[in-house]
């Protein structure tokens, strides 16, 4: 086995442990969900138990990651990114960046049915930036409206909320990042 590989191995333990302490879930209740005992997956988490497809597989299906991505196989090379789009309440999330790092989204959100959504807040700093349609965009007590080419950033603690302004669906480029990471873009001079 190479050293590339035997590293690999090492740290899958360790990934494991962090990404499910990340999505705040337990140790028990992703043991229960992938159908193995709590101490079967401590010891795969502690790197005592040897990582096996038998494991990793569920593990992937838990998490919905690809299993490369999972164990932190080194990339091989493609740089292209598998889209697989993610339909919650309606809105279609498509990742077009891997995980780690400023996350880069296309999201299609449908027209809203009956009352606007109330705003959230919650960790982060984002940039929107409109497609298609036209966005109503709320930020804490001032709302906008933004056209195809505009754009937007803000502190996603400032309560917020977003959807298409009239009965068509708008399509958006969002870039999210953890508290701290802002979107710079820079222009160059001629």
Same mark, same amino acid.
């Given at each position: 086995?190479?050293?590339?590989?035997?590293?690999?191995?090492?740290?899958?333990?360790?990934?494991?442990?962090?990404?499910?302490? @990340?999505? *705040?879930? &337990?140790? $028990?209740?992703?043991?229960?969900?992938? #159908? !193995?005992?709590?101490?079967? /997956?401590?010891?795969?988490?502690?790197?005592?138990?040897?990582?096996?497809?038998?494991?990793?597989?569920?593990?992937?299906?838990?998490?919905?990651?690809?299993?490369?991505?999972?164990?932190?196989?080194?990339?091989?090379?493609?740089?292209?990114?598998?889209?697989?789009?993610?339909? @919650?309440? *309606?809105? &279609?999330? $498509?990742?077009?960046?891997?995980?780690? #790092? !400023?996350?880069?989204?296309? /999201?299609?959100?449908?027209?809203?049915?009956?009352?606007?959504?109330?705003?959230?807040?919650?960790?982060?700093?984002?940039?929107?930036?409109?497609?298609?349609?036209?966005?109503?965009?709320?930020?804490?007590?001032?709302?906008?409206?933004?056209?195809?080419?505009?754009?937007?950033?803000?502190?996603?603690?400032?309560?917020?909320?977003?959807?298409?302004?009239?009965?068509?669906?708008?399509?958006? /480029?969002?870039?999210?990042?953890?508290?701290?990471?802002?979107?710079?873009?820079?222009?160059?001079?001629?």
């Amino acid at each position: 086995m190479g050293s590339a590989t035997g590293d690999v191995l090492k740290s899958v333990g360790s990934r494991l442990r962090e990404l499910r302490r @990340r999505r *705040g879930m &337990t140790l $028990v209740g992703v043991a229960e969900r992938i #159908g !193995v005992n709590e101490s079967t /997956l401590s010891r795969l988490e502690g790197g005592i138990r040897k990582p096996t497809l038998e494991l990793l597989l569920p593990l992937a299906h838990v998490y919905a990651l690809p299993l490369d991505e999972l164990v932190g196989a080194p990339r091989t090379g493609d740089p292209r990114i598998h889209l697989r789009p993610v339909i @919650r309440a *309606g809105t &279609t999330y $498509v990742p077009l960046s891997r995980p780690g #790092g !400023v996350q880069a989204y296309k /999201l299609v959100l449908p027209p809203w049915s009956g009352t606007e959504p109330q705003p959230r807040s919650h960790e982060g700093f984002s940039w929107v930036y409109v497609l298609t349609g036209r966005l109503r965009f709320v930020l804490g007590d001032r709302a906008v409206v933004l056209r195809p080419g505009e754009a937007a950033e803000f502190d996603t603690h400032v309560p917020h909320s977003m959807g298409p302004d009239d009965d068509r669906p708008a399509e958006l /480029l969002v870039l999210f990042g953890q508290q701290g990471e802002r979107t710079h873009l820079k222009a160059r001079t001629t």
